[in-house]
């Protein structure tokens, strides 16, 4: 199973990820602001991310971490 990390601080909610998870399983973090007045995105269900990958290759921030 893959570890997803998302770093909220530094997450500017631009929504990439969320268009190229093939499994949809990333959303807006709702009711979450972060230091930087955006709303972070946040994972719905870790269980069936395959570790693709392509949340964190499409992060202009690089906020996302996938661990094997």
């Given at each position: 199973?893959?570890k997803?990390?998302?770093n909220?601080e530094i997450?500017k909610?631009c929504a990439?990820?969320?268009?190229?998870c093939?499994?949809k399983?990333i959303?807006?973090?709702?009711g979450?602001?972060?230091?930087k007045?955006h709303?972070p995105?946040?994972v719905t269900?870790?269980?069936?991310?395959?570790?693709?990958s392509?949340c964190?290759?499409?992060c202009?921030?690089?906020?996302?971490?996938?661990?094997?």
């Open positions: 199973m893959a997803i990390t998302i909220t997450c909610g990439l990820c969320i268009g190229v093939p499994k399983i959303e807006p973090a709702s979450m602001i972060n230091k007045g709303n995105v946040r269900d870790e269980a069936q991310c395959t570790a693709c392509q964190a290759l499409m202009p921030d690089c906020a996302i971490k996938i661990e094997k």
